[in-house]
């Protein structure tokens, strides 16, 4: 594992390249988006916001979650992986923000987490990005780029990941970095083709000077 200082050296490298990184989910409100992080749970971004460009048009509030047969909500979201789970949560979600909150989503992870299908990841994310307070969800992306970059290891588990970072980091920075991260893993430091021919991290990256001595070999 690397340093704390040359990770992050390394990720400020990530903030130069990606500065304008944020939340790619489309939403309104808190609700919209903690709707939206429990539907893209192994599902892409993109997927989600075809899915609640007219979701969220039909569905305005808890109450109109709960209006329908769970069935008809089904499939409204069939489209996307595990909906009938995804449903299942969403209409316990709504349930408990009428019973518990009187609507409205609420403001500490402890309380977020209370909620069905909402996990550490999904409050971290609504903590961020909905109330901006300082929290670095771990998605599959940050997670991957992380161990590739010596920055935790490979054993490490995901909250294991989200404390190193978070300790490498300034809490300030807390928010942006985790979109940076993301955009990092999703459009540069890919799964099953990561560009490290032309990574500027390249040097430094262990798992990148494998991959790319092998592509080398290759040719």
């Known amino acids: 594992m690397i340093s704390n200082k040359k990770a992050l050296e390394m990720i400020d490298v990530i903030s130069n390249m990606f500065p304008n990184a944020e939340c790619e989910l489309v939403h309104d409100n808190p609700f919209e988006l903690t709707i939206a992080v429990l539907l893209s749970a192994q599902t ?53 923000l009428l019973i518990k909150y009187n609507g409205k989503i609420p403001e500490t992870h402890q309380e977020l987490e209370s909620l069905a299908g909402v996990g550490r990841k999904t409050a971290n994310v609504v903590m961020s990005v909905a109330f901006g307070e300082p929290s670095l969800a771990v998605d599959t992306h940050v997670e991957r780029v992380s161990k590739r970059l010596g920055i935790c290891r490979w054993k490490d588990n995901v909250r294991q990941v989200e404390d190193k970072i978070c300790k490498v980091v300034p809490r300030e920075r807390w928010n942006k970095t985790h979109h940076q991260l993301i955009f990092f893993g999703r459009y540069h430091c890919l799964a099953r083709s990561p560009k490290c021919d032309i990574c500027p991290l390249l040097e430094d990256c262990r798992e990148g000077q494998k991959r790319y001595k092998a592509s080398l070999k290759e040719a």
């Open 44 to 96: 892409t971004d993109i997927s989600v916001n075809k899915l609640t460009n007219t979701l969220f048009q039909k569905y305005k509030t808890p109450e109109d979650y709960l209006n329908v047969e769970l069935s008809e909500l089904e499939n409204d979201i069939k489209t996307i992986g595990l909906y009938r789970n995804k449903a299942k949560n969403i209409q316990k979600l709504c349930q408990s």
